[in-house]
């Protein structure tokens, strides 16, 4: 059973996104300007509209405004599995001569699509069976114990609690393993990347664990905190003291909509500035540790 090396995969990744970065603009430049611009023009009348809906009570604005986001979540998918792709080829079968753009939408991208919405809907399938395994614990304890309904209850809640802990864990398991690999596999081998995954990430859940928390992990806490800065750290007031007020609780969340659209010009104008390094530490990982479980990399080619 081969082990990912995770001080050489962090090294290599860091060395990667930050020693070659105008490699990686070269990489993602285009996708990433496609993103931004079309992540504005959809989600700045997105929150805008939201936050109408949520004062007016008028839940049928909300089904077209849902549609325009489902559409834009597709793009983006779309998009980020021609940047992995990229990325993956870049470290494992690299082109000799520089390149200044790559946008291909090829059989490996549609691919990589194929295999994060079968991963999404595997992530559906798994919580839906947790739902009806946590209810149906929970009535036959509600049944064993008679005595009074308040312990029944409360038994019965305990069970729910347990498996939807349980299941928490499970489905981080399920995932990591079948996700961790997919975009390095199906960019050297083909496929849809998810058995190869499972399969090479066997006895490697807590490296790749570490290994995200060294690359991914601290690029994300630097966009969190310059859009918290950016927001305020009022944004994040869980405010409990409306939650008894139904109609506060609406307006609260429609003022957190306007926010969002009054601050997402800024906010994702600086997240352009951080893509190249929130894209390299996401995907570079991977290839890396996948070249060093199955040494797959070929010499550049010319």
Same mark, same amino acid.
């Given at each position: ?57 008028? /839940? ?14 597709? /793009?983006?998918? /779309? ?83 347990l498996v939807g802990l349980i299941g928490f864990f499970g489905l981080v398991y399920v995932m990591v393993r079948l996700g961790f690999l997919l975009t390095p596999a199906v960019a050297m081998e083909g496929g849809f990347g998810l058995e190869r ?106």
């Amino acid at each position: 059973m081969n082990k990912i090396p995770v001080t050489q995969t962090v090294l290599e990744s860091y060395r990667f996104t930050f020693g070659g970065l105008s490699k990686v603009i070269g990489l993602i430049w285009l996708p990433i300007i496609i993103l931004t611009v079309g992540g504005y023009f959809t989600l700045v009348p997105y929150f805008s509209g939201m936050a109408g809906a949520l004062e007016s009570g008028d /839940v049928s604005q909300q089904g077209s405004l849902m549609l325009r986001q489902l559409a834009l979540e597709i /793009v983006m998918i /779309v998009l980020m599995a021609m940047i992995a792709v990229a990325i993956s080829r870049e470290i494992l079968n690299p082109v000799r001569r520089p390149s200044f753009l790559r946008f291909a939408l090829g059989p490996a991208e549609l691919r990589v699509v194929g295999g994060l919405i079968a991963l999404f809907f595997l992530m559906i399938v798994f919580i839906f069976i947790l739902v009806v395994i946590g209810l149906v614990l929970g009535l036959a304890v509600n049944g064993v114990l008679p005595a009074g309904a308040a312990v029944g209850s409360k038994g019965g809640a305990g069970i729910g609690a347990l498996v939807g802990l349980i299941g928490f864990f499970g489905l981080v398991y399920v995932m990591v393993r079948l996700g961790f690999l997919l975009t390095p596999a199906v960019a050297m081998e083909g496929g849809f990347g998810l058995e190869r995954s499972w399969e090479l990430t066997k006895g490697n859940f807590w490296r790749i664990v570490a290994v995200i928390v060294a690359t991914l992990l601290p690029v994300l806490i630097v966009a969190m905190i310059i859009d918290l800065t950016i927001l305020g750290p009022d944004f994040l007031n869980p405010h409990l003291e409306l939650a008894h007020d139904p109609a506060a609780q609406m307006r609260h969340s429609a003022e957190q909509m306007r926010q969002m659209s009054a601050h997402l010009p800024l906010m994702m104008g600086i997240g352009f500035l951080l893509a190249p390094f929130t894209y390299g530490m996401t995907f570079a990982p991977a290839a890396f540790a996948y070249r060093a479980l199955t040494a797959k990399a070929q010499l550049p080619q010319s």
